[in-house]
């Protein structure tokens, strides 16, 4: 892609046109963690030289990273998923009160429908609670174009300010097009009162961040954001971000619409005037009545949840049905379709290590990665799962209050990008208190869960250059932790004595569960294994492996060649030496 001069008309992912508003707004800096539906904002970006990007161990740290280079006089972005944004909600907050040098813009990736997430919150009511601005593109183009006007904002109001995708448009494509890169410089200058938010301080600009938020009230009367698009008066809508299309799809022009790209904070007298254009006014938007709310309290009536609901996604159908417009029926398909759930991949190096808990009878808290597919059938293994680094808090308090009643069967489980992110602290507070607790750290090399992105214990950068890499015995035992052994998962006996010895001992103690996720390039894989029909007795015992790999044809087990990486775990736990080379 040309980088300089302007590029022709192109489709292009809403995630990548963030990153071509980011190119093109002049930033410099992006530090982010990676988190569904956001991560390709960040691996889109890296590929223009001309920004220093990174993955940083958690949100957090990548809030105050981009902070640091907003300070700098360099523009700066931060990337994360809904979720992410709770864990850098600290430094958000206190950010809205120093306000910015150069422009900062925060990216926040909402999960209506839980499709990679544990929850389904709204950011909305982040950006509320701060008092930042927010905004929220409704395709790919304006994806691109907010993203830039996000940084004149940002500098013009002394704000971070949020940008809100939502995975319909982030992971949608539409036609953009590109511009040439501007990159405005600002110079550091020393500013105690701004900056160092002691009380003295931080009392003086409280009263600036409400004087802000009226003068960012006055920009969206008439901001460019914001738009109203006149066709039948009979009902007016409100609504913006991917309910917007919903909105235009179903109804076209014989309704009218007040498309709002800024959702914080909220326009007045655009919403009074528009109401007064139409019969009957209706807000359509994914998640909490924000903006119907909002219109509430201006006095107005209106309808929206009353008719939508407060929950998962919103389609064409859904709204054209709730909004008393009939919905264009389907194609039924007469043979039942056999549910298709989410499993381990073949040759997982979790497979065996949940398999071995299981068969243990462990209660095992678990933790935010691909692993916690642990907790479906067959394997079964997974009792609890909350947030980043949870498990290991978790199994603290659980084997505090119950003592030996489960100090010797219960583990948390976390992986390395996650025990990075959130479980280190987890960790020095069960070796700080002193609770009887056995954690597994399962080493796969790489933070499999959002698409094999680097993390500091693998030794590269997001780049794929050579990095410092945290040596995870090390810092173990640095934290506090005595006993700490490195176990391989594809060799049951092994993991079998790690698990009992640990669970045997009276002090906290950590497993490293190390084996490469078996779909990393660089990782070689054994021959695939076969079944020798003669020998087997269909007992099913390989089934309960849950590998995608393995079947049942006429009555005998089968393993698929072409998925099949030849691990050996089902091996080991056939009694009658069925499955060989």
Not at 57 to 77: C, D, I, Q, T, Y
Not at 310 to 334: C, H, T
Not at 342 to 361: E, I, Q, S, W
Not at 515 to 524: H, I, S
Request: glycine share 8%; aromatic share 6%; proline share 5%.
């Amino acid at each position: 892609m040309e980088n300089t001069e302007k590029a022709d008309r192109q489709l292009m992912l809403g995630n990548k046109a963030v990153a071509r508003g980011l190119y093109e707004a002049g930033v410099c800096f992006i530090s982010s963690y990676p988190g569904t539906p956001s991560t390709e904002i960040t691996e889109e970006a890296a590929k223009y030289d001309e920004i220093y990007c990174e993955w940083a161990p958690n949100e957090k740290v990548a809030m105050e990273s981009a902070f640091g280079a907003s300070l700098a006089g360099r523009r700066s972005f931060c990337g994360q998923k809904h979720v992410g944004l709770n864990v850098a909600a600290d430094p958000l907050f206190t950010m809205s009160y120093t306000g910015v040098n150069a422009g900062m813009v925060i990216g926040v990736a909402d999960d209506a429908g839980m499709h990679s997430s544990q929850n389904e919150q709204d950011s909305r009511h982040h950006a509320i609670a701060a008092k930042v601005p927010m905004i929220e593109p409704s395709d790919s183009a304006e994806a691109l174009e907010y993203t830039k006007l996000a940084y004149e904002i940002s500098e013009q109001f002394d704000t971070p300010v949020l940008l809100k995708m939502c995975t319909r448009v982030a992971h949608s494509q539409s036609v953009v097009t590109p511009g040439e890169r501007n990159v405005p410089v600002k110079t550091y200058e020393k500013n105690i009162v701004k900056y160092v938010m002691m009380p003295v301080n931080a009392l003086k600009r409280h009263p600036i961040v409400e004087e802000r938020t009226r003068k960012l009230v006055e920009y969206a009367e008439t901001s460019p954001l914001n738009r109203v698009e006149m066709g039948g008066t009979e009902m007016g809508i409100i609504t913006a971000s991917t309910s917007y299309q919903y909105v235009k799809e179903v109804f076209g022009d014989t309704v009218s619409v007040l498309k709002l790209g800024m959702t914080n904070p909220l326009p007045e007298k655009l919403i009074r005037d528009f109401a007064a254009k139409v019969d009957k006014l209706v807000v359509v938007e994914e998640l909490d009545p924000i903006i119907e709310n909002h219109v509430k309290q201006l006095g107005l009536e209106v309808s929206g949840k009353d008719k939508l609901p407060m929950i998962y996604e919103f389609s064409q159908n859904l709204v054209a049905e709730a909004l008393g417009k009939k919905a264009p029926s389907g194609i039924a398909l007469d043979d039942v379709i056999p549910a298709r759930p989410p499993v381990m991949c073949a040759g997982c190096p979790h497979r065996g290590m949940f398999y071995t808990l299981k068969n243990n009878k462990c209660t095992v808290l678990g933790d935010i990665g691909c692993y916690t597919l642990g907790a479906v059938a067959p394997l079964g293994a997974i009792e609890m799962t909350l947030c980043m680094g949870a498990s290991i808090g978790a199994v603290h308090g659980f084997n505090k209050m119950l003592g030996r009643e489960s100090e010797g069967k219960t583990v948390a489980v976390i992986g390395d990008s996650t025990f990075m992110h959130s479980g280190m602290t987890g960790l020095a507070n069960v070796a700080y208190n002193q609770s009887n607790s056995t954690v597994i750290i399962l080493d796969n090399s790489i933070t499999g869960m959002t698409g094999h992105q680097q993390n500091p214990t693998t030794g590269k950068n997001l780049k794929g250059d050579p990095a410092a890499a945290v040596d995870l015995v090390a810092l173990c035992h640095a934290i506090g932790i005595k006993r700490v052994r490195v176990a391989d998962p594809y060799h049951l006996a092994e993991m079998e004595q790690a698990i009992t010895e640990e669970l045997a001992v009276d002090e906290p103690s950590v497993i490293i569960s190390r084996r490469p996720c078996a779909l990393l390039k660089y990782v070689k894989h054994n021959p695939p294994l076969k079944v020798d029909s003669d020998k087997c007795r269909s007992c099913k015992m390989c089934l309960k492996l849950g590998c995608p790999a393995i079947s049942m044809k006429n009555g005998k087990a089968c393993i698929d060649h072409t998925q099949c990486v030849g691990c050996g775990i089902c091996g080991e736990i056939c009694k009658f030496g069925a499955i060989v080379k």
